[in-house]
Nanobody, 126 residues
Framework: VQLQASGGGLVQAGGSLRLSCAAS????????MGWFRQAPGKEREFVAA????????DYSDSVKGRFTISRDNAKNTVYLQMNSLKPEDTAVYYC????????????????????WGQGTLVTVSS
């Protein structure tokens, strides 16, 4: 699976952005998908994830209620709708894929994901 993230940019605090992650390959529906972010000088952190079917999602406490993850298996694409953005949301955002059959719960740790996109920069100005 190859992943291509897009949709990042510069936005003012309180604004919104929608990130997209397009996947290649015909096995996209076998993979759960996640979004992570990494700010300068910080470790990569879990943001949100969704199961292969889209029926279950999980969010970090820092984005819960503001971000929404979704997927369209027909388009091989996962989305991250980000609302009420804050300066502390500034980071490079990465999409990633994990094989669904491997874990009972949605994984939060980066090393549990099998494939990664190249990242897209989100900058939130105050």
């Amino acid at each position: 699976v190859q992943l291509q993230a897009s949709g990042g940019g510069l936005v003012q605090a309180g604004g919104s952005l929608r990130l997209s992650c397009a996947a290649s390959g015909r096995t996209f529906s076998r993979y759960g998908m996640g979004w992570f972010r990494q700010a300068p000088g910080k470790e990569r952190e879990f943001v949100a994830a969704i199961t292969w079917s889209g029926t279950s999602t999980d969010y970090s406490d820092s984005v819960k209620g503001r971000f929404t993850i979704s997927r369209d298996n027909a388009k091989n694409t996962v989305y991250l709708q980000m609302n009420s953005l804050k300066p502390e949301d500034t980071a490079v955002y990465y999409c990633a894929a994990y094989y669904s059959g491997r874990y009972y719960n949605i994984p939060h740790l980066p090393h549990l994901y099998d494939y990664w996109g190249q990242g897209t920069l989100v900058t939130v100005s105050s």
